[in-house]
């Protein structure tokens, strides 16, 4: 079975198991120097990342550490070309390749890029760890596009596991539509059914 992790930046990121040659593990952003990884992926340009930066008051230096984390581990990072600041790993991500198969240029955030090459590559299992997308941010609107490739994973046979703490593939308040009924309960009811 071809398995591959693929590690966000939200809380769960830790939880992901180390290297292994049992499967992949492919990190993004601050998760590429933060542990060691097979692929990196930053799908940002310098520009887009100091202006997002300054916006949300994040660290810019997070940008500049991803590729030098890349670097270090010698291993190869998506971006979405190669720039004069690119890493010598830098690997152009194929988006007109994953356009053509798929029809859709939806990608509203790093995973879904992550999601896409997983598919084309056919993997057989993906696992994500540290994709919380907590509705109450900026991933509100990250979230369908998420689900989006999920959706396409598992209509193509391909087992997707999502680790907690984790809002994707779950409505807003937790609970089905018109069932009034909170997610665990409803596992535990599958459990025993």
């Given at each position: ?22 499967y992949d ?49 010698n291993i ?80 193509r046979g ?36």
């Amino acid at each position: 079975m071809k398995a591959v992790n693929i590690i966000a930046c939200g809380p769960g990121w830790e939880a992901a198991p180390p290297l292994s040659k049992d499967y992949d593990t492919w990190g993004m952003n601050t998760s590429v120097y933060m542990r060691e990884c097979d692929v990196g992926f930053q799908v940002h340009t310098k520009e887009a990342w100091e202006k997002s930066c300054a916006r949300y008051k994040h660290p810019v230096d997070v940008f500049e550490h991803s590729l030098k984390g890349a670097e270090e581990q010698n291993i190869p990072i998506y971006m979405l070309d190669i720039f004069p600041y690119s890493p010598k790993t830098a690997v152009r991500y194929p988006i007109e390749e994953i356009v053509e198969e798929f029809g859709e240029p939806y990608f509203s955030c790093s995973i879904p890029f992550m999601l896409a090459l997983a598919i084309r590559q056919k993997y057989d299992k993906i696992d994500l760890y540290g994709c919380t997308v907590f509705v109450d941010s900026e991933y509100a609107w990250e979230k369908p596009c998420i689900e989006y490739w999920i959706g396409m994973a598992r209509g193509r046979g391909i087992q997707v596991t999502l680790h907690e703490p984790t809002h994707v593939c779950k409505t807003h308040d937790l609970k089905i539509y018109g069932y009034d009924m909170r997610y665990p309960e409803l596992k535990h009811y599958i459990l025993q059914h």
